[in-house]
């Protein structure tokens, strides 16, 4: 039972561009939703969060969107570099569940 | 600030056999976790341990796997036997408290043969 899922397996985006990565959730009972980023040989380190009390949180080119009655997020990465190319894994928290449950990734390529 | 220390970074064994893989968190950070992520799926919770008491086991197969957190700082995970879809990146990561952001190690990339 996949409660977070993203799609799309991989993502081709021209350097300079907006990159868009979906997440979808089954899940009403999360409130908490984070992006992590893994490089290849490295272990995923966090990116940006949303509580579900909002429905964007911007830092510097990373904004998160969060639409509760769709049970869908997105991360929007502007303008995209190519140190930007990894794998983004979408995760989210369940109200009184203290285990953060991850979606299976995108692979992000930024093509100079 | 150290990061999260996990060791080895590779280990090849053949089913059937034993493997044990050592975590040492950041320091002061309460909350652990062991993750498996097999190729092309997100990391899987196997354990969480709250300082040394364990929080959720519940995707740990308890059959073969087993996990220890002494005086509640490293932590090792042990696989006996392994099994050939056992093969999967183990990630071990930290948090200050539950429900706090989690920083993960570099992992241990297992191969069963």
């Known amino acids: 039972d996949q409660q977070v899922k993203q799609n799309s397996p991989s993502l081709s985006v021209q350097e300079g561009r907006i990159s868009i990565l979906n997440c979808d959730y089954t899940?009403?009972?999360?409130?908490?939703f984070l992006w992590y980023k893994k490089y290849p040989a490295e272990g995923p380190t966090f990116l940006i969060s949303i509580s579900s009390i909002k429905d964007k949180n911007e830092d510097g080119r990373f904004t998160v969107f969060l639409n509760k009655s769709a049970k869908h997020l997105s991360l929007h990465i502007v303008p995209s570099q190519p140190g930007d190319s990894a794998v983004y894994f979408c995760?989210?928290?369940?109200?009184?569940?203290?285990?953060?449950?991850f979606g299976t990734g995108t692979r992000l390529t930024i093509i100079p | 600030e150290a990061g999260v220390a996990q060791s080895p970074r590779y280990k090849i064994i053949e089913k059937r056999q034993s493997v044990a893989f050592w975590c040492n968190p950041i320091s002061g950070h309460a909350t652990l976790y062991w993750y498996q992520q097999i190729l092309g799926q997100g990391p899987k919770l196997l354990i969480q341990f709250q300082n040394n008491g364990v929080v959720d086991d519940s995707q740990l197969p308890k059959d073969r796997f087993s996990a220890e957190r002494l005086k509640g700082v490293d932590s090792t995970l042990k696989i006996q036997p392994a099994k050939l879809e056992d093969s999967a990146v183990y990630l071990c990561a930290s948090s200050l408290a539950p429900h706090e952001k989690l920083f993960f190690g570099s992992g241990t990339q297992l191969s069963v043969l």
């Open positions: 995760a989210a928290w369940e109200i009184g569940n203290e285990k953060l449950t």
């Open positions: 899940n009403s009972m999360f409130d908490y």
